[in-house]
């Protein structure tokens, strides 16, 4: 039997991460890995979008300014530094049980990669801060290097955890991606995609839930983009099992 954290759309809320992870006895009080994440009876997924806070708001959050400006290059280098401070510190994390550790490459982190896309919001902020070709700065290679090793999905027995959908093609962010409006709209048109995929359970982030984690027991569907409501997934599974899912629940932290 394994239990399986599961943690949605990080987007440089890095205190309730690591809040996430405390709650969920995954995370010491040095930051390391505990016993159980060691051993891996506990299995830490991040579903993805580890960068690029939500908001200005967040932004300012991030880097205690009063008001964050993406015209200012201070501004960009501060959202940038303060991110990469914290990727360091997942990084050692990861390295720590990657056995047990699973990080999925959400589109906001293959942006960052690739510089192909300027990603922003509703409200015309734009996430630049990693593109020197907009006023910030690149990601360090070392830490580059580690991303680009992110799974596009995992799968334990017949749960699949992936950033979108179980579509191949919503793993690959690119022109088409981003004009397909299907990805942020399939799990409400089409949940059936999970079952026809032959899972017993998808688990997916990218579009947030307002009022917090969705689960879907009929569809096998579960949507966990709220660690702004303060929640994570908790799952145990038995991966030989006819039906793996022994439980699930959203869990407040």
């Not at 997924?45 to 200005?56: A, R, S």
């Not at 397909?180 to 998808?202: C, H, I, M, N």
Request: charged share 25%; with cysteine; net charge negative.
């Amino acid at each position: 039997m394994l239990k399986v954290i599961a943690v949605g759309d990080v987007h440089a809320d890095w205190p309730a991460l690591w809040a996430a992870l405390r709650a969920a006895s995954c995370l010491d009080a040095a930051g390391r890995p505990t016993p159980p994440v060691l051993a891996g009876l506990y299995q830490v997924v991040l579903i993805g979008d580890l960068v690029h806070p939500k908001n200005e708001r967040a932004y300012e959050r991030l880097t205690g300014l009063h008001r964050f400006d993406v015209r200012d290059r201070d501004h960009l280098l501060l959202a940038a530094r303060e991110q990469v401070r914290e990727l360091e510190r997942l990084r050692e994390y990861h390295a720590a049980a990657p056995h047990a550790v699973h990080l999925i490459l959400g589109n906001h982190d293959a942006a960052v990669l690739s510089l192909d896309h300027v990603l922003g919001t509703g409200g015309g902020l734009v996430h630049v801060e990693f593109d020197p070709k907009r006023g910030g700065t690149l990601l360090p290679e070392g830490l580059r290097r580690w991303m680009e090793g992110f799974l596009r999905e995992l799968r334990l027995g017949s749960v699949q955890f992936a950033h979108v959908s179980p579509l191949p093609a919503h793993a690959i962010y690119d022109d088409l991606f981003y004009s397909d409006p299907s990805s942020k709209r399939w799990f409400r048109e089409t949940p059936e995609y999970v079952r026809q995929a032959g899972l017993s359970l998808g688990v997916y982030g990218h579009t947030q839930m307002p009022k917090g984690i969705s689960i879907n027991r009929d569809a096998g569907l579960c949507l966990i983009d709220a660690l702004h409501a303060r929640q994570y997934l908790e799952l145990l599974l038995d991966p030989a099992a006819p039906d793996p899912v022994q439980g699930v629940r959203a869990m407040p932290f």
